[in-house]
């Protein structure tokens, strides 16, 4: 309260560890340099300490320092509690990759290890170079326009497609690339997803060959039937016919 606080020193709320930061400060203002701000950490009346961002002015004709005190406390801890992005892609299985949307060409700023576990290029070798380097001479052309066309419109976009590492190997990619906004709408990097799903991809063209041999079995099959029963009719009529012209005969 006013009465807990008025003819008090100021640091007298600030806490130790803070306290010298803001007596420089002060000493800065006092002396003619330009006010900037600071964040220090102040206690409260009920025990507890808070963040506090301080931006502070002076009047020098009355010997008065300003301060504003805007609480940051919920944004500090929010910090302090979240893990460094890069810590968090680095433990993704897949490979991911971070591309500059800003800088000509959009160059690979960031690989993971789970990138350099899946083509077996290193993260320094790919840094600075354009997103479609993996790609080869099996590679479809039309995916490939489509990943461009979803990058120009900043649309996020699913593809397979056939990549190559750093062997020659070929691989098939599960691709998800997907935009990064800022607050301003501005695209500032695109983060791409790689997953091999060779095996699965091998196992699927097999399964559907599989079922189009066996569709094309049923088919011979129902043909073979087809004649198998056209004879059976064509016998059974014969008999009849014969039997009629034994009968004839009888008459």
């Known amino acids: 309260t006013q009465s807990q606080v008025i003819g008090n020193h100021f640091l007298q709320f600030v806490h130790e560890e803070d306290a010298e930061l803001c007596r420089e400060e002060f000493q800065r203002l006092l002396t003619g340099n330009p006010p900037r701000d600071c964040t220090a950490r102040l206690h409260c009346a009920d025990g507890s300490v808070c963040w506090m961002n301080l931006k502070p002015s002076v009047n020098h004709e009355v010997g008065v320092i300003y301060i504003l005190a805007t609480d940051k406390t919920v944004d500090r801890l929010s910090e302090k509690d979240f893990p460094d992005p890069n810590l968090i892609l680095d433990q993704v299985g897949q490979g991911v990759l971070v591309i500059d949307a800003i800088q000509p060409g959009m160059p690979i700023v960031y690989a993971n290890p789970g990138f350099e576990r899946l083509t077996g290029y290193l993260a320094t070798e790919v840094r600075g170079k354009p997103f479609h380097f993996l790609t080869g001479p099996k590679t479809n052309s039309e995916t490939l326009e489509a990943l461009d066309q979803a990058m120009l419109k900043v649309e996020s976009v699913n593809q397979e ?11 098939w990619n599960q691709l998800i690339l997907s935009p990064v906004v800022n607050s301003q709408g501005q695209t500032t990097h695109f983060i791409a997803v790689l997953e091999d799903f060779t095996e699965r991809k091998l196992v699927t063209e097999a399964l559907r060959d599989n079922n189009k041999s066996l569709a094309e079995a049923l ?32 008459l």
């Open 161 to 171: 497609i056939l990549h190559y590492r750093k062997d020659g190997s070929e691989f």
């Open 219 to 250: 088919n011979d099959l129902k043909k073979t039937e087809d004649v198998v029963i056209q004879r059976e009719r064509l016998h059974a009529l014969g008999q009849m016919a014969s039997g009629i012209a034994h009968d004839f005969n009888n």
